[in-house]
Each structure stands twice: as C-alpha cells, then as structure tokens.
C-alpha cells in the first residue's frame, strides 16, 4: 500500500507511514478520539496524504477481512 511500510525491525512489523514511525493504528485511533487532521499533522509532522494512507490502509483491512469472513 503506497505510503504505509510493514517492517519486522520498525514497531515490531506494525504498519506505519513511511519514513516515519508512526503506526496507523495511533492515527486512526487520534481521529476516532476526534483529533483534527491539523492537529495530528502538527503533533506527528505528517502531511494529510500520510493521514489519508493510514485510513485507506485501515479500510483495505476491513476489506479484506470481510472477504475471508464471508463461506
């Protein structure tokens, strides 16, 4: 996924923004918690496009889970 890195030796292989190490998960719980994207960009030094990879690779795992639930 273009902007999100998996790597055994960063975050113990968490998915995080790339060149960064910040996992998706913190971002994606930030924004339910109801931070702004203003405010995770200034806390994290990120750009909207890292946010906005974080959400579509949280999605695609949605995804895909739905996929492997359904018989």
């Given amino acids: 996924m273009p ?3 998996v790597d055994p030796l960063i975050k ?3 998915p995080v923004i790339k060149g960064t190490r910040v996992p998706v998960e913190l971002i994606v719980g930030k ?3 109801g931070l702004t994207y ?3 960009m200034a806390e994290y030094d ?3 496009e890292d946010i906005l ?3 579509r690779y949280a999605a695609n ?4 889970e739905q996929i ?3 018989p």
Avoid: D, N, S
């Fill in 46 to 48: 990120l750009k909207k």
């Fill in 53 to 55: 990879a974080a959400l």
């Fill in 12 to 14: 113990g292989g968490k």
């Fill in 3 to 5: 902007g999100i890195i």
């Fill in 38 to 40: 203003e405010e995770i």
């Fill in 31 to 33: 924004l339910a918690g």
């Fill in 61 to 64: 795992i949605l995804v895909e």
């Fill in 68 to 70: 492997r639930a359904v």
